[in-house]
T-cell receptor
Framework: KAGVTQTPRYLIKTRGQQVTLSCSPISGHRSVSWYQQTPGQGLQFLFEYFSETQRNKGNFPGRFSGRQFSNSRSEMNVSTLELGDSALYLC?????????????FGPGTRLTVL | AQSVTQLGSHVSVSEGALVLLRCNYSSSVPPYLFWYVQYPNQGLQLLLKYTSAATLVKGINGFEAEFKKSETSFHLTKPSAHMSDAAEYFCAVSGNRGGSNYKLTFGKGTLLTVNP
């Protein structure tokens, strides 16, 4: 079974631009979560989607948004990029919402904002 | 509110020695606890998880962790380190995922170095 895939793996943008990251969950998984990883702040929860509905959102500004499609694929968008948005963005999928449903992480998209 | 503190941002052991990575948590609800490992340029891989069943949890690659409520700890151990264990390890806590305030809260991570 293929794992979680994220595209692109690397991205370079300039301040003020916007970016869209994509995540394809493991086949059959309906929950997708997004995390931001930076050296200073560590791993921080962005949002979680289940069956196309955002269930939870972390403490990030409105420039960060996401959505989930009917095939469970998810995208996150960051508008008006800032230097501090440079990070590794990780996507995780799980079959459902039970705590026993393991979250499987993708390799991440490394975003560099210049 | 939930939080995790990992003691020691960097731990160095010799090959064959005991690995002990420390994690203390704070949670206002019964916690669920996890250890993840991250190899360079890769995502996170789940090592083990505590979901209120047995307090001693066995995971992959010979790792195990013990949930101690009285000490609010969930330390990760491995009896004998292998060179391939060198990676960054993250402890995480969450509440019930069915709840509206679910999220995984991670510690800052501990970088494990294994010396030959």
């Amino acid at each position: 079974k293929a794992g979680v895939t994220q595209t692109p793996r690397y991205l370079i943008k300039t301040r003020g631009q916007q970016v869209t990251l994509s995540c394809s969950p493991i086949s059959g998984h309906r929950s997708v979560s997004w995390y931001q990883q930076t050296p200073g702040q560590g791993l921080q929860f962005l949002f979680e989607y289940f069956s196309e509905t955002q269930r939870n959102k972390g403490n990030f500004p409105g420039r960060f948004s996401g959505r989930q499609f009917s095939n469970s694929r998810s995208e996150m968008n960051v508008s008006t990029l800032e230097l501090g948005d440079s990070a590794l963005y990780l996507c995780a999928s799980s079959a459902g919402l039970a705590v026993t449903d393991t979250q499987y992480f993708g390799p991440g998209t490394r975003l560099t904002v210049l | 509110a939930q939080s995790v503190t990992q003691l020691g941002s960097h731990v160095s052991v010799s090959e064959g020695a005991l690995v002990l990575l420390r994690c203390n948590y704070s949670s206002s609800v019964p916690p669920y606890l996890f250890w993840y490992v991250q190899y360079p340029n890769q995502g996170l891989q789940l090592l083990l998880k505590y979901t209120s069943a047995a307090t001693l949890v066995k995971g992959i690659n010979g790792f195990e962790a013990e949930f101690k409520k009285s000490e609010t700890s969930f330390h990760l151990t491995k009896p004998s380190a292998h060179m391939s264990d060198a990676a960054e390890y993250f402890c995480a806590v969450s509440g019930n995922r069915g709840g509206s305030n679910y999220k995984l809260t991670f510690g800052k991570g501990t970088l494990l170095t294994v010396n030959p």
